[in-house]
């Protein structure tokens, strides 16, 4: 039996029924078995494609990316997944738009859909905005396809907002689960989801709060540490601990990085910004006090560099589990004498990792590719069973 | 019959044999007939999409869109109506390529289209130059095809020029008819184009211009309704007057909005600028008298604003036919007390009429899908009927 | 049998072996076989589009494109020949990816190409620059796919490197092929590639020094011509020595573009950049000295100016044999009178040149789609049988 086939029969015992036409906003959303069914997903499309299966299931349709910050691998990996299924992306450049013209977010969201699948938004520079955009987005477009003015309803994305990062933490943990080879063998570890120093500023807080939020689920010892004042979101927050509660595992906040690397299984050293630094920028950009936010921008730089012992250096590797800790970055990293002079990994740390890192982000495309199939197919179990039947090559004549 | 054959019958009854490998830049270019199959052949795609099935024609093939002005229901509607037929769009934009070099619009022309089906472009800033520059284009393919540099003659898909906007005013006529129940309920129906106050500058002429030159051809009372000094073309004028005189209607100019709207069946409250101004900017762009262009604006700017009255309100809207006509609007509208403080429109006139205004946007993808479908099929009638019969879904497995 | 089945059985007769799964960076790292099959494909693929017949043997897949520098006809070429094979191109934008961010080009290499089968690019601003990019891009990604990282090596095709710019010349040398009848014709033909004056500064060197190494391969006798100072790059002089020599043509320099016009078949002028002074400048902008550049910049154009008589002018041609010699130029052209004062081509000797010229260009497509083809295809004499015994048109109901 192929291995998509077995795939197909897991998808089969999983409980998926309120995944069609739904959308992906944060892990906590989702059932078990709903984030099981898209890992699962993502496990035979990858497995199709690599025995030179077709999984185009869509003959024409638009992805709409939205990109409200800088993107490389995201972009891109929203773009592959699109493809592998037959969407062609368009990107909404709000530049190229005539958006500032007056244009509201219901108007938009319906202007660019009639005939979009799929809708990826990435809005995560503003705390208390991203979700928000995202939640409008996603209404309008359900008005919309109810009042009869979107003959389908576009599936949501979240390529990341100000809460959740949930295609780059699905995708960790995809990679956590294949290098510890299974679900089973994630119970009892140890994770340390630190902050660590970086020159830059204002880096988003979706990414540790999605670990946070995700990782307790899995029966892991999850241990957030920051300094003093790094604080994630509350609600997040509590996200995780009710997690690590139902499910065997635990949920504690240290502000000392070596205590959260002491015996860790996994360590996940990466730069944020203080919530609270977070909500206060909010309303500034909101006011337009251009002063008030260099003023910001130069306290939260002069507080950060009080951390810059905060960084994965090889010391701080030698304290995990056998000193052989499973690193983990969402990347781009900065790295020490590479990137930047001083900033949250060792260059020799960060190069040793580097096929894993690369594995880690290879699990996005397929991610996201299983989110939209399973959104989008409403026997995705036969699906599959038919892609893995069908003789059609995704390259022709390749041999 | 599925809605499709009963369509495609309806197609073979028109004279269209001089739709195939021609251009599509004017309304009044084009016969009844000519008009007439692209309502029906954009009925019919839609249709087919509808129902799961597949209109791609193109197995490959470029759509290249040309956006000399910001954009995004045309810019998505072009890209949907590409996809639909299975080409993809490649985005010629200016600033990234090497135009500025001193290349001729000739020579681009012919160096974008050597895998190009399609041509969409958007050229509405200039009076006097948006239709020139797609003509010179449009010349240059023509002879590259003649002269064996191009294996195909892309075909053009005006989405907007200086003079006329041909995919909005079809999309806004599709909805008319749509919405009155046929084309044969519209005789004698009174159609109010008028303008209205936005606080921002030198709107394009192009929508008053095609609702003029296209509604009148209806045999219906088109009423252009405008403050002294905002005249449209006059070239256009005349095409409106010869339209209504053949078909049985009237096209009437009067300097009240009230006027306009009293008892009207259908309004349309656009904002545009004098088209004498229009072209003395025109005038002062090529002479790049900086200075010039900055007063003129300050003059429109300051002349508009005696008109604030010209605005869509709750007030206006009760002298209309049972104080309920269709209104209409290309989108995006100036909307008082929402996107500006005084605007073309009431907030609760246009929230009213959301729904409606949405579905108008949403015929333009199938609009600028059948101008291309009719350039470049030889025989749609049998096409449609073929793509009706085919088992080939759009999304696999959706059901 | 259709020419496409002719070619194939021609393609049959190379050694070709080495071509699949490998990059293009320079015509001198193929085989004389190599590069016949690459004009073989072009030439095919070219036969079954024009007989309307599909040629994608791609179901799903990305092109990548990395431009570092505008293009125009490159972009569109690169676009035309992946949609022709199935990928849909998926563009690097550097502005909006977080490569600013500190990523290294090792990290973007294997982070844009989970799923991409292709990468181009052009980079071929900096002396000593553009090839050592597209090394380190490619040596990642070919470590990514042994490392496990990526299912699939993309392949390159050079899009124009400081040393090379292969897509170019090769469409250059189809066309000279072409216009003279066949390989066999060339033997014994005069090649003017000569410096042209142009008011523009700093254009690469990869044109001339692509076409010195590739014509000298097929017995001509190429004249390399510029004013002193205006040297290419040695190495590559040393390749167009050594395969004039292999080839029974000849290299030579001269100092005088009447000699080098002088009796001349084929004419290329073309302005370029003094080597020496772009490796100059490469090392200006390397340690960020922006005074050093504009005074390089000044001193450049000043001596350029010296050298206004360097134009193909009607007089210049009336040397070459019959006056009648192939006027070549890989566009846009600085126009005497049309897109500058003086430049590199009297507007009467360009005009009457255009469709050749055109024809030229439009073989590029085809180039690069075969240089894919090649790579990707296990055997592509069968794959190209198949194609063309297939019944997929390209446009469904073209008649």
């Not at 795939?7 to 906003?25: P, Q, V, W």
Request: proline letters at 4%; one cysteine or more.
């Amino acid at each position: 039996m192929s291995k998509t086939k077995e795939l197909a029969e897991k998808l089969s015992t999983l409980e998926i029924g309120n995944m069609y036409e739904n959308d992906f906003y944060w892990t906590w959303d989702k059932t078990d078995d709903e984030l099981s069914a898209i890992f699962t997903v993502a496990d035979a499309l990858r497995d199709l494609r690599e025995r030179n299966k077709s999984t185009k299931i869509f003959d024409s349709g638009l992805g709409i990316s939205i990109f409200r910050d800088n993107s490389t691998r995201t972009r891109f990996s929203f773009a592959s997944a699109c493809n592998l299924l037959g969407l062609e992306v368009q990107d909404l450049d709000e530049k190229k738009s005539q958006i500032a013209h007056g244009e509201t977010v219901r108007e938009t969201a319906n202007m660019v859909s009639f005939m979009a699948d799929v809708i990826g938004i990435r809005d995560d520079m503003f705390i208390g905005e991203g979700h928000k955009y995202q939640k409008t987005f996603m209404d309008a477009v359900t008005e919309g396809n109810e009042h009869g003015v979107l003959e389908q309803k576009p599936t949501l994305v979240n390529l990341q907002c100000d809460v959740d990062h949930p295609t780059q933490c699905m995708a960790d943990m995809a990679h956590v689960i294949n290098y510890f080879g299974g679900v089973e063998n994630l119970k009892g570890k140890k994770v340390a989801m630190t902050w660590a120093y970086s020159p830059s500023y204002g880096k988003p807080l979706s990414v540790p709060q999605g670990v946070a939020a995700l990782f307790t689920r899995f029966g892991m010892d999850v241990v957030l540490a920051h300094p003093e004042g790094y604080d994630i979101m509350p609600e997040v927050e509590e996200v995780a601990k009710k997690n690590a509660e139902a499910n065997g595992g635990s949920f504690t906040k240290v502000n000392s990085m070596e205590e959260a690397f002491k015996d860790a299984d996994i360590v996940y050293p990466k730069s944020w910004a203080p919530f609270k630094a977070m909500e206060k920028r909010t309303e500034l950009y909101r006011k337009g006090d251009k002063e008030g936010i260099d003023k910001l921008e130069q306290e939260l730089l002069e507080n950060n560099a009080k951390f810059k012992d905060w960084t994965c250096s090889e010391e701080m590797m030698s304290l995990t589990k056998d000193g052989k800790a499973l690193y983990l970055h969402c990347l781009p990293a900065d790295i020490t004498g590479l990137s930047c002079e001083e900033g949250e990994v060792d260059n020799s740390v960060f190069d040793r990792y580097i096929d894993p890192l690369y594995k880690q982000a290879s699990y996005k495309p397929y991610v996201i590719a299983a989110m939209i199939f399973l959104a989008k197919v409403k026997d995705p179990v036969s699906a599959l069973k038919a892609l893995d039947e069908a003789d059609e090559p995704r390259l022709s004549f390749k041999k």
